[in-house]
């Protein structure tokens, strides 16, 4: 099974990407199955309204994994349970929405869960290994055949432990949150695909992690108060990872970046 995950997607030009550029990426790899960071999918790039997730999803992603700004849109927990998005299982216990979900693909149980990372965030979850082990139980006591995991956090090393944690126990470990594609990806010699982090889609090049430079400039160097803007103009990139999953083993066979421009028709 070909599976193709999408880093943080953020704001309206992440959702113009994919508008503009995912049907072809999923053509050309023969993509089975569309997994996307999406906490950072709403116009002001935190959270994800409802009319975001549709958005996503209209343009062909099928499963919408969240982060640290999973509360930034108070809409999200009016539809989080009754749509195919993941928040991270280890922070907001008893809050709405899921931390894991099993979706079938071409007669395959696949199950996608998302968990948090601990350090250098703001929202500082429970035990990601227990409930990392606990989701992945559940996942699998499902029938889940194929196990994907977005760790969304902040420390490299902290997302390379989890990696080799979770490798043989799940098809893959995704990192995400940082926005910026690192160029480790691999199969864990367990059989796990990793990468510390998929990278961002939207306007990267011309933008700090998908803001403008002057807010952030005024906050950091000046120490202003100053409200970040998203960035509205600029270089259309998709970036991620294309995952091919051994249906029977629940391996990963391997890991392919995708890094590239998208232009939309003028
Ligand atoms: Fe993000
Ligand atoms: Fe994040």
């Known amino acids: 099974m070909i599976i193709l995950f999408i880093g943080d997607i953020f704001g309206v030009p992440g959702r113009d990407a994919l508008f503009h550029g995912l049907y072809n990426i999923k053509k050309r790899e023969g993509v089975d199955l569309c997994i996307a960071n999406g906490e950072n999918a709403a116009s002001n790039g935190r959270g994800l309204s409802g009319r975001d997730a549709c958005d996503i999803m209209e343009s062909g992603v099928d499963v919408i994994t969240m982060g640290n700004h999973v509360w930034s849109c108070r809409e999200f927990e009016e539809f989080a349970d009754r749509m195919p998005v993941v928040r991270p299982a280890n922070i907001g216990r008893g809050r709405p929405g899921k931390g894991y979900l099993v979706t079938e693909v071409n007669g395959v149980k696949v199950g996608v869960c998302n968990i948090e990372g601990r350090a250098f965030i703001d929202i500082v979850g429970d035990d990601i290994f227990a409930c990392a082990d606990d989701c992945i139980g559940a996942m699998k006591a499902e029938g889940a ?122």
């Open 145 to 266: 055949a194929i196990t994907v995991v977005d760790f969304h956090a902040e420390a490299t090393s902290e997302k390379k432990l989890v990696g080799m944690y979770l490798d043989g126990k799940v098809t893959a470990v995704l990192g995400t949150h940082t926005h910026v594609q690192t160029a480790d990806e691999t199969v864990l010699p367990g059989g796990t695909g990793y990468i510390t982090d998929a990278g961002m889609t939207g306007i990267s090049k011309e933008s700090i992690i998908g803001m403008a430079y002057k807010g952030v400039y005024e906050k950091y160097a000046l120490g202003r108060k100053s409200s970040f803007e998203p960035v509205k103009h600029g270089t259309l990139e998709i970036r991620g990872v294309v995952i091919d999953a051994d249906e029977t083993t629940g391996k990963c066979r391997s890991v392919k970046r995708i890094a590239e421009t998208v232009v939309p028709p003028v």
